[in-house]
Nanobody, 123 residues
Framework: QVQLVESGGGSVQAGGSLRLSCVHS??????VAWFRQGTKNRREGVAA????????YYAASVKGRFTISQDNAKNTVYLQMNSLKPEDTDTYYC??????????????????WGQGVQVNVSS
């Protein structure tokens, strides 16, 4: 049984930083990704990492500001978020699965999800 537990959300002013953590268990390997969703928006892929090779993928909206990384010894994937903007305010979810190449940042390709953490960025 795959389980994903996120932590690290909170409130920060614009320009600040936060680091999210996703501890996974029971996952045999593939991709771990971060998604975000507001109350009125569809779920958006933010970043993903291939757990075996460390290859990373980013949405254009966060490239250069967010960094996804992993510590395989701790079964943990991190999302370092810098230069945060008010529009980054959302609930952030961790997900794991083996998506197609075209679907690495598509939520429909992921079966296993965490409970989500809230990130609030004030102006």
């Amino acid at each position: 049984q795959v389980q994903l537990v996120e932590s690290g959300g909170g409130s920060v002013q614009a320009g600040g930083s936060l680091r999210l953590s996703c501890v996974h268990s029971g996952f045999s390997g593939g991709f771990v990704a971060w998604f975000r969703q507001g109350t009125k928006n569809r779920r958006e892929g933010v970043a993903a990492i291939y757990t075996a090779g460390g290859n990373t993928y980013y949405a254009a909206s966060v490239k250069g500001r967010f960094t996804i990384s992993q510590d395989n010894a701790k079964n943990t994937v991190y999302l370092q978020m810098n230069s945060l903007k008010p529009e980054d305010t959302d609930t952030y979810y961790c997900a794991a699965d083996g998506p197609t190449v075209a679907g690495i940042l598509q939520p429909i390709e992921y079966t296993h999800w965490g409970q989500g953490v809230q990130v609030n960025v004030s102006s």
